[in-house]
């Protein structure tokens, strides 16, 4: 019993911190990475499609994208993607493929950035205690259900709240990481 307890928690942790993660790749910094596209969509004979699943996309430099289409004819549906999605970036069709600027971001967009990133971490925190929570409500359980013994308890009270700390010291290292690489011009 207590070892389930402790798996349940330790699974609601890492998928906080993998969704932490999956949530700041999403933010921009200033360069370009291809995740940064991960949320555009585009209308591919009628079904809302994925960017990278219609075209290649590469980053040719560090302040740049590069999107060919599989198909010449999906580049007006791409361009019309990408004005919608709201990246703050102007497509430039030449008619073979699409080239996207990352713009600089300018001091209070990054300040701005990192709050809104701070948001996301609490978020990431919020489920790990949660994790936490849960797994402390299963420990009360069995223990009223005489399944496990007191001492046996609190142990694992203890050993849950030392892997939440844990998980709580990652989190702020990732969000610090990724507060530096915003600052960094």
Request: charged share 35%; glycine share 2%.
């Amino acid at each position: 019993m207590v070892e389930n307890a402790k798996k349940a928690a330790k699974d609601v942790m890492e998928k906080a911190l993998v969704a932490l993660s999956n949530e700041l790749k999403k933010v921009r910094t200033g360069r370009a990475q291809v995740s940064m596209l991960d949320n555009v969509k585009v209308n591919y004979y009628g079904n809302l499609t994925p960017l990278s699943q219609v075209s290649a996309i590469s980053t040719p430099d560090a302040k740049s994208f590069l999107i060919a289409p599989w198909e010449a004819q999906m580049l007006k549906e791409i361009e019309q993607a990408i004005i919608k999605s709201d990246l703050g970036m102007s497509p430039i069709n030449d008619g073979k493929v699409i080239r996207l600027k990352v713009p600089d971001l300018n001091e209070q967009r990054r300040k701005e950035m990192v709050k809104n990133t701070k948001k996301v971490v609490e978020d990431a925190k919020v489920a790990v205690r949660m994790g936490r929570r849960d797994a402390n409500e299963m420990l009360k359980k069995a223990l009223k259900d005489k399944a496990i013994s007191e001492d046996d308890n609190k142990r694992a009270e203890q050993d849950i709240q030392k892997m939440t700390d844990q998980y709580i010291e990652k989190v702020d290292k990732i969000s610090a990481d990724k507060e530096k690489e915003i600052m960094t011009i």
